[in-house]
């Protein structure tokens, strides 16, 4: 069968001795088996090293190096000096989804700890809300290493015994860390890199689709109103949680997924809507319904439906001149 | 075909992170209530229409997300605000503290003869209380607005308080509102005006008709 030949084709890859991240990538692209997603998602974040006799090493220092960092740091949490980042990391956490893993005291605590120390490591965007969400795939994806769940919004820790929990603690820390490197000007002082984006998305979608751009502009919708979360969130607030671990299968494989390829994603999803845009004709109906897209019954069937449609735009349109346009 | 509305405001939610702005606009538009609402990120956004005085208004009302950094963003939305709602929490004395600078932001952004209320969410958790009711009052006066204790989740004075600014604001536009009336059932000035005020920001600030 197709699917077991493509998992036995992970787990040859990532039994090494060097796995080979190009091969990797090139796999993942198309979604990663449940059962190596783990494995496969530390190796493509830059996390573990191609070469599986560095692994276990790597995997203990940076642990070490992370639980170090609780040490030094977690105390100061309640000093003048950064109060404000826990107290709004504290009050956010708790309205995070899926509620029942996040409400979990477990699970509150690991979130507050990967965020605080986060942003107190980074004091140049700091915490922003927002960045909580990018914890969610990570923990969930390494947690289910070690329970059974199909359905991601219901996982349970408590079977987890305390030392691993500790563990995914720190990998989930590290994994967040890497992907936020190639998107920390979403996050400094007034966002430029979010509003760059949504700039881009703009003219992108002006130039793959005119009748929609046009319509939006024509009923003074602007992008900023509906985009910003896109960009801000990654598109975590418009989709579920499992099409999310989806997209990021393939938004590690692509060479800065999380920033460049993701307008592309964030172009192709705006116009997958493009009927229902058309049929609306009312600046409120419009922000109504593109603040709240109906994504709650979509499956990796619509996601890969979706990275498909980005994938073509990115090289029909990516350094494309604008005599796209006319 | 009968008319949905006779005119639209822009009414704006600004306050700190986490005092409920999110839970009273729900609470009015949808008369729903849900104790851990998910963090707004940048600006939602709602509508409803109500009648104040025979006139069916349409409110559009945009809700902030209350973290600093957001405020780059959220400020791009004072300018075409008519009215607008800032709001603290009763059982945080820091968020009620931060009202100052929220009124300094809205003398900054926002336009001139924009109606602004105060409100102080969560008066249902009175045993959390640390801002004494007439704390509020005071400070409203000092800046010559009305006040509201308002609870989302008991549903206390949730429509008063959007209705009183709604008043507000239909009061601070009397003259137009006095052109509207005579001309009641013409639907091309009804439109004119409302096309007046759907305008994109710029110069028309200079209009004397124009809402925005």
């Given at each position: 069968m197709r699917e077991t030949s493509r998992l036995d084709k992970f787990k040859q890859l990532l039994a090494g001795p060097n796995t080979d991240l190009d091969e990797l990538r090139k796999l993942s692209w198309s979604g990663i088996p449940k059962s190596v997603r783990p494995m496969t998602w530390k190796l493509l974040s830059g996390y573990l090293p191609a070469n599986v006799d560095r692994r276990p090493a790597t995997l203990q220092r940076k642990q070490k190096e992370y639980f170090a960092f609780i040490?030094?740091?977690?105390?100061?949490?309640?000093?003048?000096?950064?109060?404000?980042?826990?107290?709004?990391?504290?009050?956010?956490?708790?309205?995070?989804?899926?509620?029942?893993?996040?409400?979990?005291?477990?699970?509150?605590?690991?979130?507050?700890?990967?965020?605080?120390?986060?942003?107190?490591?980074?004091?140049?965007?700091?915490?922003?809300?927002?960045?909580?969400?990018?914890?969610?795939?990570f923990f969930v994806v390494f947690i289910c290493e070690y329970i059974d769940q199909e359905d991601v919004d219901g996982v349970d820790v408590s079977s987890v015994p305390a030392e691993v929990l500790r563990n995914i603690e720190a990998d989930t820390y590290w994994c967040m860390s890497k992907l936020l490197d190639g998107i920390q000007d979403n996050y400094t002082f007034a966002q430029p890199g979010i509003q760059m984006k949504v700039k881009m998305l703009e003219e992108l979608v002006s130039r793959i689709d005119e009748r929609v751009h046009r319509h939006l502009d024509g009923h003074e919708v602007r992008y900023l109103q509906f985009a910003f979360r896109w960009m801000n969130n990654l598109l975590m607030r418009e989709l579920p949680l499992r099409c999310t671990i989806r997209l990021w299968d393939t938004y590690q494989s692509e060479p800065e997924g999380f920033s460049h390829f993701h307008l592309y994603v964030c172009a192709a999803f705006l116009v997958r809507w493009?009927?229902?845009?058309?049929?609306?004709?009312?600046?409120?109906?419009?922000?109504?319904?593109l603040q709240n897209l109906p994504t709650a019954h979509w499956d990796d069937?619509?996601?890969?439906?979706l990275l498909a449609e980005a994938y073509r735009l990115k090289f029909a349109f990516a350094d494309a001149p604008n005599h796209y346009k006319k | 075909?009968?008319?949905?509305?006779?005119?639209?405001?822009?009414?704006?939610?600004?306050?700190?992170?986490?005092?409920?702005?999110?839970?009273?606009?729900?609470?009015?538009?949808?008369?729903?209530?849900?104790?851990?609402?998910?963090?707004?990120?940048?600006?939602?956004?709602?509508?409803?229409?109500?009648?104040?005085?025979?006139?069916?208004?349409?409110?559009?009302?945009?809700?902030?997300?209350?973290?600093?950094?957001?405020?780059?963003?959220t400020k791009q939305y004072y300018r075409r605000a008519q009215g607008i709602f800032l709001v603290y929490d009763i059982s945080s004395e820091r968020s009620y503290q931060h009202i100052m600078k929220w009124v300094s932001d809205v003398d900054e952004y926002a336009p001139e003869g924009v109606q602004k209320i105060l409100i102080g969410n969560k008066a249902d958790e009175e045993q959390k209380r640390q801002v004494g009711r007439e704390q509020g009052q005071q400070l409203a006066k000092e800046y010559g607005m009305d006040f509201y204790e308002t609870s989302a989740c008991t549903n206390l004075n949730i429509k008063e308080s959007f209705t009183r600014l709604t008043e507000l604001v239909l009061q601070a536009h009397r003259k137009e509102l006095d052109g509207l009336r005579t001309r009641a059932g013409n639907e091309l000035a009804l439109a004119e005006l409302e096309e007046e005020e759907g305008k994109p920001e710029g110069p028309a600030n200079s209009s004397k008709t124009c809402w925005c």
């Open positions: 040490e030094h740091y977690y105390n100061s949490r309640n000093d003048e000096a950064h109060q404000d980042t826990y107290r709004q990391i504290h009050i956010d956490i708790p309205r995070m989804s899926p509620e029942a893993l996040i409400l979990q005291p477990k699970v509150t605590e690991i979130f507050e700890r990967i965020l605080f120390i986060w942003a107190i490591r980074h004091p140049a965007s700091g915490y922003v809300q927002g960045i909580n969400d990018l914890v969610t795939p493009r009927r229902q845009i058309l049929e609306e004709r009312d600046f409120q109906e419009l922000l109504l319904f069937q619509d996601v890969s439906l | 075909m009968a008319k949905q509305y006779d005119v639209l405001f822009r009414l704006l939610l600004i306050g700190d992170s986490g005092v409920g702005k999110t839970c009273l606009l729900c609470r009015f538009t949808d008369n729903e209530f849900h104790s851990s609402h998910i963090s707004t990120i940048g600006v939602d956004f709602k509508m409803k229409t109500i009648e104040v005085d025979g006139i069916k208004v349409r409110i559009q009302i945009w809700d902030t997300a209350g973290q600093e950094r957001y405020q780059t963003i």
